[in-house]
C-alpha cells in the first residue's frame, strides 16, 4: 500500500515527498505556512513559504527569517511535488495549499471562511481527493448573518454612544479582525484611533501595500479630548487594563463568533456583543468540503468529534486529527462544550462523544484509495 502524500506527525502535517511541513509547530527545515495567526507560523524554522501579502507581518512577528512568496496560483516545486496557493478568505494573505504529486491532490485549508470580507482575497473552493479541514464553529447554531448587517449595527452603536456622551471601545484580534472593522467603520462619525499591537500590525500590512483607512496610533501625547471624538480600535487583550480604564466613561464592543453563545458577552465584560468571525459558519464549512469534491476529510480543530460524525453520516468519509491548531489570537474558545442555545437538541444526534476516535500523531493514515 502506498504511502499517502501527507502525513499528521508531532511536529505538524508532514509531505515525505516533498520533505516540507505545513504549518508546523516544532522548527523544520521547510515550512510552508497558511496565513501568518501565531499558531500556524511558529519562529524557528530554517525556511518559510507563504503568500506574499504575510510576508510584512510575518517579518513583523517571527523577526529576520528566510521567507519565499508566492502569488494564488503561482506553483513552487519541492523535490517534485507541487504546491500551490489558492485564497483561504480568512485574513489578508491566507492560504489554502494545494499539494499534488502524480495525481494525489490534497488540500491544506488552514483556517478559512466562505464569506467575502471585502479585505482577504475571497474563499476559492479547490477540487482534492484529501481536504484538511478546521470546524472551529462547526456547530449548527453557527449561522452568520451578512458582513453588511453587523456592521450596519456597529455604526449604529458608536453613533448612539457618541449622544451619551460615550466614547466607543471596539475589539478585534490585531490580525484581521481589526482590519475587517476598520475598513468597515463609517468615518464620517468620526476618527479611528488604535492600540499599538493593531497599528504595528497595520503598518505591516501597509508596508506590503494593502491600502487602509487612516488610523492614529495612541500615544501618551494623543489629546484625550480628541480621542473622545472618535473610536478606539483595541485587541481583546487591552480589555480590563489600566491603559484601557483611563478612556473612563465608554462602551466596549466586542466582535467574535463566539458572541453567538450565550453568556459569551458577559465574560468577555463587553457592553455588546457583535457576531462576526474570521472563520466559517456551519453553512460555509459544509458547502467548502462538498465544493472540493474529495474523498476524505480531516478535522483539526474546533468540534471536531461531533462535526466529524455528522461528515461521516451524511456521506464523507471524516476522520479527527489531532494537531496544535486553534489556539488562535484572541478568537480561542471560551470552552467547546456544545452550545446550550435553540437547534442544541438536533445536535444530540450526532453530539455524543461516546464512541470518538482521534488519529493520534504520527499514526500512519493508510493507503490512497
Ligand atoms: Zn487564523
Ligand atoms: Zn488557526
Known amino acids: 500500500m502506498a504511502k499517502p502524500l501527507l502525513e499528521f506527525t508531532d511536529r505538524g502535517i508532514y509531505c515525505e515527498q516533498g520533505r516540507f511541513y505545513i504549518d508546523p509547530w516544532k522548527p523544520v527545515d521547510d515550512a510552508v505556512i497558511t496565513h501568518a495567526h501565531a499558531d500556524h507560523a511558529y519562529v524557528g524554522h530554517k525556511r518559510y513559504l507563504a503568500h506574499h501579502l504575510s510576508k510584512e507581518v510575518l517579518y513583523y512577528r517571527l523577526g529576520e527569517i528566510s521567507l519565499q512568496t508566492v502569488e494564488y496560483g503561482e506553483t513552487v516545486m519541492k523535490n517534485g511535488v507541487e504546491i500551490c496557493l489558492f485564497p483561504a478568505g480568512h485574513v489578508i494573505g ?6 499534488s504529486y502524480k495525481g494525489e491532490v490534497w488540500v491544506v485549508s488552514g483556517d478559512y471562511k466562505t464569506q467575502d470580507d471585502g ?7 479547490v477540487a482534492c481527493q484529501h481536504f484538511i479541514s478546521e470546524c472551529t464553529f462547526g456547530m449548527p447554531v453557527y449561522q452568520w448573518k451578512e458582513q453588511a448587517q453587523i456592521f450596519s449595527e456597529i455604526n449604529n452603536w458608536w453613533c448612539s454612544n457618541q449622544q451619551q456622551g460615550l466614547l466607543t471601545v471596539i475589539s478585534g484580534y490585531s490580525l484581521g479582525k481589526a482590519q475587517r472593522i476598520l475598513q468597515n467603520l463609517d468615518l464620517n462619525i468620526g476618527p479611528v484611533f488604535t492600540h499599538g499591537v493593531i497599528e504595528n500590525t497595520n503598518e505591516a500590512l501597509r508596508r506590503n501595500g494593502v491600502i487602509l483607512n487612516p488610523t492614529t496610533r495612541i500615544t501618551a501625547d494623543t489629546p484625550k479630548d480628541e480621542i473622545r471624538k472618535g473610536i478606539i480600535l483595541a485587541p481583546p487583550s487591552a480589555i480590563g487594563t489600566p491603559w484601557i480604564r483611563k478612556f ?18 458577559r ?20 458547502s467548502a468540503i462538498d465544493a472540493t469534491g474529495c474523498e476524505k476529510v480531516y478535522l483539526t480543530h474546533g468540534y471536531t468529534a461531533s462535526f466529524t460524525r455528522y461528515l461521516n453520516e451524511i456521506g464523507f468519509d471524516a476522520r479527527e486529527v489531532h494537531t496544535l491548531y486553534g489556539e488562535e489570537e484572541e478568537e480561542t474558545s471560551p470552552n467547546l462544550t ?3 442555545l435553540p437547534g442544541g437538541e438536533a445536535l444530540k444526534e450526532y453530539g455524543n462523544d461516546s464512541d470518538r476516535q482521534v488519529l493520534p500523531l504520527g499514526e500512519d493514515l493508510g493507503g490512497v484509495k
Open 94 to 99: 491566507s492560504a489554502q495549499i494545494r499539494i
Open 267 to 286: 465574560r468577555r465584560a463587553a457592553d455588546r456583543g457583535f457576531i462576526l468571525s474570521d472563520h466559517a459558519d456551519w453553512d460555509g464549512l459544509v
Open 338 to 340: 456544545p452550545p446550550n
Open 119 to 125: 479585505i482577504s482575497t475571497p474563499f476559492e473552493p
Open 248 to 265: 473612563a466613561p465608554f462602551s466596549f464592543g466586542y466582535c467574535s463568533g463566539w458572541m453567538a453563545l450565550r453568556g459569551a458577552k
